[in-house]
């Protein structure tokens, strides 16, 4: 069953929803049967993702339960799934929604129920399908395929405005999806042209990538990285592309609004740190001042326009792009609590913020309005409602003890040290300020709907909590407290994915100044001077600020993607040879050769100097890593070493297997990695050494005039 666990994740939905239908035909079927059909598949989703904690282990370093098949060869697409500490969570996130989901609209939703249910089942399986894509074209499927049943259910069961809704939410997140599928589209091609292969295969996208057999000039990876970028971003939504999700999130029914809350905006997120940062970091760097900019000003702008709103929905709405903006912010931290915090306060959005619509769901099936001034002293005839609405407001502000407050003091202790912009201390106080902004616009709001005066007769005798709201909300509340409290678990496991993650942002790879920074900024003073408000000249305030931190920034000095001062960039032999690579321009090819073992075989030094010695002249550069693995190799032997074989390339000492790790991922120069062990876990080796030196030779002569036929095209090309 392991084996099949997320193909069954997918699909027991999809049964369910059949099933829905099917039993729709059958002579004395109940309209009111449909929910409990749609309720018993949803749990029985959500007990069978249970086993995915079991199977991940204590860490999900890797790709688990994964599934890989041919699906459609001719075009070399396949039938890839798996999970890792990233993508975990996520998908135990949507299995536990949705049952609340179904239970939230067990009285709310009284026409054409059984299109209702089939449309929440099929959404279940296209968001599973969407954090276990591993396939760039099986990924897209599922995005696209999220977006009908959610268009439906805004346009058929959402509120007044809910066709203009509808559509809005459409056009904007499918629009962003055709750029994405254009960027996948050329990934292929480039890949095709790289290795005589194409694939929309992730892990293989990834592969050819490290090891130097697919090369994306920095222009072409600059255009890539928008097409991306610019989809998710609109689903996070981040502003200024964020108009759609209020009205969004005011028409939609309530179960609609807690997984477009909890799931579907985190699909955005999850497309930046999974494929904007793994296939573009280069580009991630270079557009990180940017994206934290744009994530400043939706932390605080989400946050003013909330505290102003009439409708308590409206409200909560506009405060998810506040909390949306710490996400990215988390993200482009480049830091590891940072990046850990934006991932854990993905999962506390989805938590706090989905319990909060359904608080405001409960209360609009007793009065019909949301409007904050038709209620008040809502405390005395709805006292269990009142005092865990306000936990969940506390929730959402960021109070110690409560799940939100782990993930927004990650996020800002993590982008404090960040060095993704000079003075990022001053870039988080600004961002803090959206928490305060928050108990502003949250406790005013429980002032006015829970302990103000009594507004209206009709709020004197409102019921309380039913059982079924009791069991509905008591899973969130117990998670507030549970995450607030013990946030190890979650962190542990996604610990080692954020940390693979973040080896290929350590450094960018151009030295040019990020043009783009220049044109977008233009843009967005244009439009904040020509509407003359106070507002505006607050944000224009904060984005001045922010870009003057990102202008100082000074990290971006080398074509290698390195700073200056890095020692690794400086390589300085123990054998009295060196090589400066700060300096170097694209059209150069390394060769690292690993040890790994106490001293390496004579035959395979002997062919690595008669190599160097053959390209002598031709921009190739050689070294030689002891990497110490348990047996230690003293500076005099390497030195012995060196000098026994009439080594002319540096010799270098790395006592850490992971700081070699972290140079073959920063350095953006074409490069070949040989061990002198075959399958080596930790290392990204193209192949371990031969036993026969010619024939190790010939490999590796090989694939040398391959990158070098690459690295100078692509050179012709930049000029």
Not at 216 to 225: A, D, G, K, S, T
Not at 450 to 462: D, H, I, Q, R, Y
Not at 627 to 633: D, M, T, V
Not at 676 to 699: C, I, T, W
Request: net charge positive.
């Amino acid at each position: 069953m392991q084996h099949y666990l997320l193909t069954v994740l997918i699909l027991l939905p999809v049964i369910g929803a059949a099933t829905t239908v099917t039993y729709s035909f059958t002579p004395g079927a109940r309209e009111s049967h449909h929910r409990w059909i749609a309720l018993g598949f949803t749990i029985a989703t959500f007990v069978l993702s249970l086993a995915l904690i079991g199977g991940a282990g204590g860490s999900v370093a890797t790709f688990r339960f994964e599934e890989n098949y041919p699906w459609i060869a001719s075009i070399g697409t396949r039938y890839h799934l798996g999970v890792d500490g990233i993508s975990l969570w996520l998908v135990l996130l949507t299995t536990l929604l949705m049952p609340i989901a179904i239970l939230s609209s067990w009285t709310a939703i009284n026409k054409r129920q059984l299109t209702y249910y089939v449309f929440m089942l099929l959404l279940e399986a296209a968001m599973i399908g969407v954090f276990v894509s591993l396939d760039l074209l099986v990924f897209y499927l599922f995005f696209e395929a999220s977006l009908v049943p959610m268009f439906f259910l805004i346009g058929i069961w959402g509120g007044e405005r809910r066709i203009y809704a509808a559509i809005k939410f459409f056009i904007f997140t499918s629009v962003g999806s055709l750029l994405m599928l254009v960027g996948i589209i050329a990934l292929y091609f480039m890949h095709q042209r790289a290795t005589g292969i194409g694939t929309f295969d992730y892990p293989a996208l990834l592969e050819s990538m490290r090891n130097g057999l697919m090369l994306i000039p920095p222009r072409v990876e600059f255009w890539l990285f928008l097409a991306f970028a610019f989809a998710f971003c609109i689903k996070v939504p981040l502003w200024p592309l964020h108009t759609w999700l209020p009205d969004a999130h005011t028409e939609a029914p309530t179960a609609g609004s807690v997984i477009l809350a909890g799931v579907l905006l985190k699909m955005g997120t999850y497309g930046l740190l999974r494929f904007n940062f793994g296939l573009f970091p280069s580009a991630a760097r270079q557009f990180a001042p940017i994206m934290i900019t744009l994530a400043v000003i939706g932390i605080v702008y989400g946050a003013l326009v909330a505290m102003v709103q009439p409708d308590v929905k409206r409200l909560v709405a506009y405060s998810s792009v506040s909390h949306m903006g710490f996400v990215v912010l988390g993200l482009f931290s480049f830091t590891e609590q940072g990046m850990q915090g934006a991932l854990y306060q993905m999962l506390n959005h989805g938590v706090s913020t989905g319990a909060l619509f359904l608080f405001v769901g409960i209360i609009y099936e007793r009065r019909h309005t949301r409007q904050i001034s038709d209620f008040g002293g809502l405390a005395r005839p709805m006292p269990w409602f009142s005092a865990l609405f306000v936990i969940a407001s506390l929730s959402s502000i960021g109070l110690p003890f409560l799940n939100g407050f782990v993930g927004e003091f990650l996020i800002m202790l993590g982008f404090w040290t960040s060095e993704a912009v000079r003075h990022a201390w001053i870039v988080t106080m600004l961002a803090s300020t959206g928490v305060l902004w928050a108990a502003v616009y949250m406790l005013w709001m429980l002032q006015r709907v829970v302990f103000g005066t009594k507004t209206s007769e009709a709020n004197e005798k409102l019921p309380d909590l039913n059982a079924r709201e009791v069991g509905l909300l008591a899973p969130l509340l117990a998670l507030m407290f549970f995450m607030g409290v013990y946030p190890q678990p979650f962190l542990n496991r996604s610990q080692p994915s954020i940390e693979a993650a973040r080896v290929r942002l350590l450094a960018p790879s151009d030295n040019r100044k990020v043009e783009v920074t220049a044109k977008v900024t233009t843009h967005l003073f244009q439009r904040m001077i020509m509407k003359r408000n106070v507002l505006n000249f607050a944000l224009l305030g904060i984005l001045v600020v922010v870009l003057i931190c990102s202008a100082t920034h000074t990290n971006i000095v080398a074509q290698t993607g390195a700073d200056s001062k890095d020692p690794w960039m400086k390589l300085q032999g123990l054998d009295g040879h060196s090589c400066d690579l700060s300096g170097m321009r694209g059209n150069v090819v390394l060769v690292a050769f690993g040890a790994t073992w106490c001293a390496p075989c004579s035959g395979e030094l002997v062919a690595l100097e008669e190599l160097a010695r053959e390209y002598r002249g031709k921009p190739v550069k050689f070294f030689w890593v002891s990497i110490e693995n348990g047996a230690q190799l003293s500076d005099s032997g390497l030195k012995r070493y060196a000098r026994e074989h009439k080594l002319t390339f540096p010799v270098l000492r790395d006592p850490t297997r992971t700081t070699f790790l972290q140079f073959t991922q920063r350095v953006k120069l074409p490069m070949i990695v040989f061990l002198n062990q075959e399958g080596h876990v930790d290392l990204p080796a193209q192949f371990g050494m031969s036993s026969e030196p010619d024939v190790y030779k010939a490999r590796v002569r090989e694939r040398l005039n391959k990158l070098l036929g690459s690295a100078r095209s692509e050179a012709d090309s930049n000029r």
